[in-house]
């Protein structure tokens, strides 16, 4: 089992920076995949980023690319998403996601463990 715990969302200004860090514990991180996705209100649960288990590749939603970056330190057992020129569109909840598997990326059903979610606000 991996426990993961995303934090760092809160409410920021239009054009601000936000770091969410999703935090795991249980079984050894540098084995997993790790993605972050995001529910805005009212619609179907998306991609955002994904990054190796050595952190060797990284993958963006085109929505987000320029504009965050993910990251991880498998020493800490933390996988980070620094997140800037925030939009308003960039409202939602963010939850990091863990894989086993190889090459999963943006299929959400194939990854094995969920955290709870972060709150990410973004005003005009």
């Known amino acids: 089992q991996v426990q993961l715990v995303e934090s760092g969302g809160g409410l920021v200004q239009a054009g601000g920076s936000l770091r969410l860090s999703c935090a795991a514990s249980?079984?050894?991180?540098?084995?997993?995949?790790v993605a972050w996705f995001r529910r805005a209100p009212g619609k179907e649960r998306e991609f955002v980023a994904e990054i190796t288990r050595t952190g060797g590749s990284t993958y963006y939603a085109d929505s987000v690319k320029g504009r965050f970056t993910i990251s991880r330190d498998n020493f800490k057992n933390t996988v980070y998403l620094q997140m800037s020129s925030l939009k308003p569109e960039d409202t939602a909840v963010y939850y990091c996601?863990?894989?086993?598997?190889?090459?999963?990326?943006?299929?959400?059903?194939?990854?094995?463990?969920w955290g709870q979610g972060t709150q990410v606000t973004v005003s005009s």
């Open positions: 996601a863990a894989s086993f598997r190889l090459g999963v990326v943006y299929r959400e059903s194939l990854y094995d463990y």
């Open positions: 249980g079984r050894t991180f540098g084995n997993y995949d």
